[in-house]
């Protein structure tokens, strides 16, 4: 359980802690992730809370070994990741596709809304495509009140039918990033 927040904190947005109950409910114990400002709220209950191991990554690649060896050790676990490092997976998702392990993603988008670092473009107009080329399935979710209903449907996919699955997390549930230049 999520502890009292700091006085003068501020509260997460509500489909954050959705994603966080959500990975509860369906007994995730492992959550692997490079660290990402969209996954901030689900990181931070998993360190704080015993029954999740939280694994931070050098690069995402890694995660997609990660979560296939918590299944072979009979654990369930999830990958944290930006866009952006869904391109570094490419070679490991054939580990999921031979081994015909069960794998949830879920993905914070970067590269449409508002984005001012043109070097997440690329990637975020091919996350989607590149994650069904490569066997998995990709659902999405843009508005804050769809994001426990489809982690959920993801992860009955994942756990209860043996899929490999991603929930797009849309870049307007994170908002405007804004870039500071030195002048």
Known sequence: ??????????????????????????????????????????????????????VVLTTEEEGVAVVSGAWLGGQRAVLLMQSSGVGNCVNM?????????????????????????????????????TLELMGITVLRADAPEDVGETVEAALESAFGAGERVAVLLGQKLIGRKKWERNR
Do not use: C
């Not at 802690?17 to 992730?33: M, N, P, R, S």
């Not at 660290?35 to 689900?42: E, I, K, L, N």
């Open 1 to 54: 359980m999520s502890q009292p927040r700091r006085p003068g904190a501020a509260a997460p947005p509500s489909w954050q802690e959705d994603v966080f109950t959500a990975l509860k409910k369906h007994g995730i114990q492992q959550i692997a992730y490079v660290p990402d400002t969209g996954h901030s709220y689900a990181i931070q209950e998993a360190r704080r809370d015993p029954a999740i191991r939280d």
């Open 93 to 129: 998702f054939s580990l999921l596709q031979m081994g015909q392990f069960p794998f949830l993603a879920l993905v914070t988008m970067r590269g449409e809304y508002a984005e001012f670092n043109p070097w997440q473009n690329p990637m975020g107009r091919n996350t989607g495509r």
